[in-house]
């Protein structure tokens, strides 16, 4: 179902308020596409912007930049992935070719002095071909992170992760990219999620992506779950002493 | 920076040193924090759907769909299966055909069936209805085992002691179970101290393992790891599982931590039957199928089929006319 525009912003609203650093508030993307966002500008020009919260916006391409920006978006996402059959078939090109387009994205971005973020997706299992070379997720984080992406978002797109997989997928990722610089965006379709944020919390990991409620199913399993809920993840971060809200000093 | 030394982060800039010396990014990378966790090559899974599942179930189960359950369940692999409770009927209805389902399964071999025997007539119960291994439940919480069981957590003691001497002239082994391990619904929080003391006591008592159990599910990966560590100075690891609860969804970070630490055993429920009696709608037992996928990726032999664990699964879910609980389940069943 569509969500109404009032809906959305008045999340955002609620969001703002609990204290997160950083709420992902819509998509600059082609609404032939992806309808429920076709209300970006009228999101992104109607919440409450809380100071010391970062409100990105995803931005497939210079047309979706140019648009964001006009919207008063101050950071962006972009989206590569790391399986070739997924890029084709979600995006229509190939893994290069798109991270050429961002490269494009990544340099208006820079004139801008707008800071990106990259996501990198199907980093432990494509739903076309199965199993994904951890040397691929490296080669595209890399490839995001010279670019000039503040930090890469490493995507269990299908959830199909576990400890295991995410273990030999991170050691691979970290070798290119600084630990500091990468985020796990983990989904629980298998009830996988909270594990593996473990293991990345383990292996050094300090940002981590979720979901409130768990929105978001999957799209290729239909009626399974999506998105890692940000309440459960708080609640293993907290009972492992793990502070949640920072305050900055200066 | 989690590859950074101490003493080095305290000195110096990180960003510094890299901008005078670029040679050493890569050394510093080099020294990454590989995952070097020792997991346990085999784990065995002590499966409580038949029991602890379908004790907290609503519906009252039908005897022979108890049975084809157990039936179902001893075809995949499985080595341990709770089948059910020889408790007064008056207290769990759901489980006053014990003797019926304990006679009406088939005993494939290898495969063990214990049951509760909460005291000694239930222990004479199951052994007159052909029982080779029974399990005794204690508490380290006391309001809860005064609650659960009308008596102290001391008083238990005495009753499972005799349970167990008895059971022990007949050769049958025992298993021991500690309740809210990790907190209590009317206490709240359990010092990790008390459940080492009564692990140790059934442990002493001669209990060959014990269960430690997150009844409401309120643990996390940093409680559990304390309560371990506490439990371990007096219990062997290689007699220890966990029962983790799901309400929170803490379970499987839970169990992770727990075979960090070198636990080998772990309870789940096929399709995570049973909810929380204590918070309504709310999930209860893991699910045996999500412990096994998790598992599976680690390279950790079960010698458990995940296919027909979901089978089974797909089974009593249906005559219970209810969803499974196991994410792997629903992700399964749906799959492009």
Avoid at chain 1, 39 to 64: A, R
Avoid at chain 1, 70 to 84: D, L
């Amino acid at each position: 179902t569509v969500v109404p525009t009032e809906a959305k912003i008045h999340l955002i609203n609620m969001l703002s308020e609990s204290g997160l650093p950083v709420i992902e508030a819509t998509s600059f993307v082609s609404p032939k596409w992806v309808p429920q966002m076709a209300d970006q500008v009228e999101v992104m020009k109607g919440i409450s912007k809380k100071p010391g919260v970062s409100y990105p916006v995803l931005t497939p391409n210079l047309k979706g930049f140019q648009a964001a920006l006009n919207a008063g978006a101050s950071e962006v996402a972009i989206f590569g992935a790391a399986s070739e059959l997924f890029s084709k078939k979600n995006i229509n090109c190939s893994v290069e070719e798109s991270l050429q387009r961002f490269e494009e994205v990544m340099k208006a971005a820079k004139e801008a002095a707008v800071p990106v973020r990259g996501y990198v997706s199907c980093v432990v299992g494509c739903p076309y071909e199965g199993q994904v070379a951890p040397k691929k997720v490296a080669h595209v984080a890399k490839r995001l992170y010279s670019m000039g992406c503040y930090e890469i978002s490493l995507g269990d797109t299908i959830g199909v992760g576990t400890p295991g997989s995410m273990t030999k997928m991170l050691e691979a990722v970290s070798k290119e990219v600084p630990v500091s610089a990468l985020a796990v965006h983990c989904h629980d379709t298998y009830g996988q999620a909270l594990a593996n944020i473990l293991i990345a919390l383990q292996m050094g990991i300090s940002v981590v992506d979720s979901s409130v409620a768990g929105l978001g199913g999957c799209p290729y399993a239909q009626g399974a779950s999506g998105n890692v809920a940000t309440e459960d993840v708080v609640y293993m971060l907290h009972g492992l002493g793990i502070e949640t809200v920072r305050n900055q000093f200066f | 920076m989690g590859n950074v030394p101490t003493t080095v982060k305290h000195c110096l800039s990180y960003k510094q040193i890299i901008e005078d010396y670029p040679w050493l990014r890569s050394w510093l990378q080099e020294e990454k924090i590989i995952s070097d966790h020792d997991y346990p090559e085999f784990v065995k899974i002590v499966e409580v759907g038949p029991r602890d599942g379908l004790q907290n179930e609503k519906e009252i189960v039908p005897t022979r769909v108890k049975i084809q359950l157990i039936d179902m369940l001893s075809t995949t692999g499985l080595s341990v299966i709770e089948a059910t409770s020889f408790v007064s009927s008056k207290w769990v209805p759901q489980m006053a055909d014990h003797t019926d389902v304990l006679q009406g399964i088939q005993r494939v071999p290898h495969v063990r069936y214990p049951v509760l025997t909460p005291n000694m007539k239930g222990f004479q119960d199951a052994v007159a209805a052909g029982a080779t291994e029974v399990a005794v439940f204690g508490s380290a919480s006391e309001t809860f085992s005064r609650k659960n069981i009308n008596c102290s957590i001391a008083e238990s003691m005495l009753r499972f002691e005799e349970v167990i001497r008895t059971a022990k002239d007949r050769q049958i082994p025992v298993r021991g179970y500690v309740s809210c391990a990790l907190g209590c619904p009317h206490e709240r929080h359990v010092e990790p101290s008390k459940v080492a003391e009564v692990a140790k006591k059934l442990y002493e008592m001669g209990c060959y393992e014990i269960s430690l159990g997150d009844t409401i599910g309120v643990g996390t990966p940093g409680s559990i790891f304390k309560m371990l560590q506490t439990v371990m100075k007096d219990v062997p690891v290689n007699a220890l599982a966990v029962h983790c609860h799901d309400t929170y969804g803490q379970a499987l970070p839970n169990i992770l931590t727990a075979l960090q630490m070198g636990v080998s055993v772990v309870d789940s429920a096929v399709a995570g039957l049973g909810g929380c009696p204590y918070a309504q709608g709310s999930s209860g037992n893991v699910s045996t199928e999500d412990v096994l996928y998790m598992l599976q990726g680690m390279g950790i032999e079960t010698g458990v089929n995940l296919e027909r664990v979901i089978e089974a699964g797909d089974f009593i879910c249906n005559a219970l006319d209810r969803r499974s609980s196991s994410k792997v389940s629903q992700a399964r069943s749906r799959t492009l």
